[in-house]
Nanobody, 119 residues
């Protein structure tokens, strides 16, 4: 089981970033892959999730209309395109895998990538 997360960084408010998460050790069609985030002093928050089986997606209310999740099954990679970023999006973003293809719960976690949005 391996995660390779990338794409975090520092961006000004209104800017964009794209996070990538490549996973190995899984059958991609049988899992769900999600992005969650945790800001300092806050609880972990679900951002988005995609089913490896049918590509169905879920989004947290705070990111709907600004973030888009997608996957490249051939590359075992999930992307999170984040547009119109706001300072409140600042957090460590974690890629996670659930061992069922529906976005229900997560069993494995990456180490996270920092996203910082300046005002």
């Amino acid at each position: 089981v391996e995660f390779v997360e990338s794409g975090g960084g520092l961006v000004q408010a209104g800017g964009s970033l794209r996070l990538s998460c490549t996973v190995s050790g899984f059958t991609f069609d049988n899992i769900a892959i999600g992005w969650l985030r945790q800001a300092p002093g806050a609880e972990r928050e679900g951002v988005s999730c995609i089913s490896g089986r049918d590509g169905s997606t879920l989004y947290g209310d705070s990111v709907k209309g600004r973030f888009t999740i997608s996957s490249d099954n051939a590359k075992n990679t999930v992307y999170l395109q984040m547009n119109n970023l706001k300072p409140e999006d600042t957090a460590v973003y974690y890629c996670a895998v659930g061992m069922v293809s529906a976005c229900i719960a997560y069993d494995y976690w990456g180490r996270g990538t920092q996203v910082t949005v300046s005002s």
